[in-house]
């Protein structure tokens, strides 16, 4: 993994506006979703996301009190998170989550594509450098 993450943020690359941060993950998205055959839609913010199962019930809100199960993974391959996040509302993670949770129901799975402005952005987080476009696949367990 630390080969990858080497390869994944060059330090000698000039930093990039907004706008061509975007574009170049966009692209990055583009290509992820033709190699893996991924039906995805776009959301206005940039995210993408498919829904796996919607589950069933009422929607979440964004006052929601949430409890998870995820698979974080870079777009160019491996995981760097996984696990069960329980009683967690959505003003404590990234706003591709913020997005994409309320999209499904109770029991839904559904996997984000998400550009790097919606995640960590231009200065990572821990193991996740600068830039990155993430992939995560979560389960909804339940949601008060």
Known sequence: MLVLLGTACKKDDPAKTPAEQAAADDAQIQAYISANNITATKDPSGLY???????????????????????????????????TFPDFTLNRVIQGWQIGLPKINQGGRIKLIIPSALAYGPSGSGPIPANAVLVFTVDLLSFK
């Open 49 to 83: 996301y498919q829904i796996i199962t919607p589950g069933t019930g009422a929607y979440p809100t964004a006052s929601s009190v949430y409890t998870v199960n995820y698979k974080g993974e870079f777009i160019t391959g491996g995981t760097f998170d996984s696990g």
